[in-house]
């Protein structure tokens, strides 16, 4: 998925929600627990989520979009579920953790040979939109798994080949995140850090594995930047992209055999546990040193801190793009950001309880915004995202699920694991971390390329740590397992089935062939109003103005508190020269939309016409 747009579109999200939900009813009829202790009670919290995310249905007002919604959500479910049966029935987590590391690796290695060719695609306002096609999504595609991998470089239980590998990998990767100049990332690298240092019990390990990807930005960020600067001065952006590319390969390569020949050294040489504990020690009190230093001399640099972070929160409030002319890392600018979350706030504070319905924000925003921005459908933030659409009872079980899969490794962290253990604890904390913090101001929910890795390692943590033969499930809970996978597949199936069938009427030129396919789509999901607007257009195709008239007004009873299907009617009225209808739906469009200017000028150039045709 992170090759194909993070798997953002049922296109591509569906086949894998069906994948997952074979192998969950696989595992159920083969007696495979869906996990045991903590790993049971998250996924009963997850499930419950989940059910509560798909009764959003019942209240939302695009129910289309609710159920859309709540099938993403069930994918996540059947990830978690497959992951922890697999895991607690003796699957490997290295593997499963490599493959999570290797997998984005994989993605930034196809990436940069194409991106001098592929600027005018690849780039967008300076910034790299990469395969996901988001900046900041493809910045957590290439940085969610980072600490994963740092963990892995620096364990002896890796083959060397393998640490060689993730550490080349995550040098790749973060080097090409670089380019997406997110600043998400990089506050959320800052706080995934102290995590992964205070967690982990092999910090000297850590910290010589840290140092490869960690050098290999550092040296090459200059370069990097400079891609950034041309764009912006108007210079040769893929000139400097071409400058750059063989140091960012020479420094992965170099990451890689520094993993390789370490595991080699490990292989053959050890170190007494006393001096690996205190320089353990020593590293962990550097990172907590230098970090209060910096902290330190920023403050001394900055002055009054207090007036320093109220001048920092109003530039975010007022998206104050100083800094950007030197690295859009140096500005706070909120692109937006402030507006987004107090429209969601607002839907949370008059619906908190139920919320306004999965993926329901949309509408809210355009009727409550303060300022005129782009195309925007989730409020960037999963927290409020959560509780503006899923209210008070979806935020309190999602919190539930995150908080069971953190404490139970927590507690097995400082329980009895050993020294691997305690750092593989470490690494999937900062890693959940690093998603959560990066994800509190995005929409990487609707991202399962980005959010799965998570859930894979949400799993591990919840997981027993300890195998031992489960054992099978009796018939009558091997039922009940398979109909909760074939119920998921059930939701899932019709909206992908739909969507491959709309696609299919583009590909068509007979409108009436096309509009066949449209009414398969419509059968499978008929709560889908962007189905009744391609039914509008194949029908005015087709010279069949009623049912273009029919379709529109349907798209409006499903999707009645957003402005665009009011709009597309208005613009149907004008076509057909019935200004007074036009007229009509372009204030209800207006109502629910009322800064946008093309509307208002439609409007006012629409009742200065009516007001001539009176008076004459």
Same mark, same amino acid.
């Given at each position: ?6 798997? =953002? ?59 859309? *919604? ?9 990830? #978690? ?21 290797? *997998?984005? !690796? ?16 690849? #780039? ?70 102290p995590v992964f240092f205070l967690l982990s019990g092999k910090r000297l390990r850590g910290l010589l594995a840290l140092a490869a990807p960690a ?13 950034y600067l041309e764009f912006l001065n108007e210079g040769s952006p893929r000139e400097a992209l071409q400058a750059a590319l063989p140091e960012v ?98 839907? #949370? ?25 782009? =195309? ?32 139970? *490794? ?16 470490? !690494? ?28 894979? =390692? ?83 195709? !087709? ?74």
């Open positions: 998925m992170g090759a194909w747009g993070a798997g =953002y579109f049922v296109t591509v999200w569906g086949p894998v929600a069906l994948l997952l939900a074979a192998l969950a009813l696989a595992l159920s009829l083969a007696g495979v627990p869906p996990g045991r202790g903590a790993a049971r009670a998250a996924l009963g919290l997850l499930a419950a989520y989940t059910l509560w995310t798909f009764a959003s249905v019942l209240w939302a007002a695009n129910k289309g979009d609710a159920w859309a *919604g709540a099938g993403k959500t069930a994918v996540y479910l059947l990830a #978690f579920w497959v992951a922890a049966a697999l895991v607690g029935a003796g699957a490997s987590r290295r593997w499963a953790l490599a493959a999570s590391v290797l *997998g984005p !690796a994989a993605v930034a290695a196809l990436t940069l040979p194409v991106l001098p060719e592929s600027m005018g695609q690849m #780039f967008h306002a300076n910034r790299l939109l990469g395969t996901v096609n988001y900046y900041n999504g493809e910045a957590a595609l290439l940085l969610v798994p980072f600490w994963v991998a740092v963990y892995l470089g620096g364990s002896r239980q890796a083959h060397p080949l393998l640490r060689g590998a993730v550490l080349a990998g995550a040098a790749l990767s973060a080097q090409l995140a670089v380019l997406t100049q997110s600043r998400g990332a990089m506050f959320a690298m800052a706080a995934s850090l050098a290999a930005v550092s040296l090459s960020f200059p370069e990097l930047n400079r891609v390969w020479l420094l992965a390569a170099g990451a890689g055999l520094y993993g390789l020949a370490w595991g080699a050294a490990d292989a053959v040489w050890s170190v007494d546990r006393r001096v690996v504990r205190a320089a353990g020690a020593v590293a962990l009190a550097a990172v907590l040193v230098g970090g209060a230093a910096g902290a330190l001399a920023a403050v001394q640099r900055v002055g009054d801190p207090v007036a320093w972070a109220g001048e920092k929160w109003e530039a975010f409030r007022t998206n104050d793009t100083a800094g950007q002319e030197q690295s859009r890392y140096l500005s706070v600018s909120g692109s937006g950001r402030y507006t987004l979350w107090r429209v969601a706030w607002e839907d #949370f504070a008059r619906h908190p309880v139920l919320g306004v319905g999965t993926h329901n924000y949309e509408a809210t925003y355009y009727r409550l915004r303060e300022q005129t921005g782009g =195309y925007v459908r989730q409020p960037h933030s999963l927290p409020l995202e959560v509780l503006a659409e899923r209210g008070v009872v979806g935020g309190a079980l999602l919190a539930g699920f995150l908080a069971v899969c953190v404490g139970a *490794g927590l507690r097995e962290r400082f329980g009895s694991l050993g020294g691997e253990g305690r750092a593989q604890v470490g !690494a999937l904390a900062a890693a959940v971390a690093y998603w959560f913090v990066h994800s509190s101001a995005e929409w990487f929910w609707q991202m399962p390329g980005v959010t799965l890795p998570a859930f894979l =390692y949400l799993a591990l943590l919840a997981s027993p740590w300890r195998v031992a033969r489960p054992s099978p499930l009796r018939w009558p809970l091997r039922a009940a397992a398979a109909a909760v996978a074939l119920a998921a597949a059930a939701a899932v199936a019709p909206l992908y089935l739909a969507d491959r069938a709309e696609a299919q009427s583009h590909g068509l030129r007979d409108p009436r062939e096309a509009l066949a396919a449209v009414e398969r789509a419509q059968s499978l999901n008929p709560w889908d109003p962007r189905l009744r607007e391609r039914e509008a257009e194949l029908a005015m195709q !087709a010279g069949q103005w009623e049912r273009a008239e029919r379709a529109y007004r349907k798209a409006i009873e499903l999707n009645p508190r957003h402005f665009a299907p009011y709009m597309r009617l208005a613009t149907y009225y004008e076509r057909r020269g019935r200004l007074e209808d036009a007229l009509r739906s372009y204030r209800e469009a207006l109502r629910r939309n009322p800064l946008d200017e093309e509307l208002q000028r439609k409007v006012g150039w629409l009742a200065s016409s009516a007001g001539r045709e009176r008076q004459e």
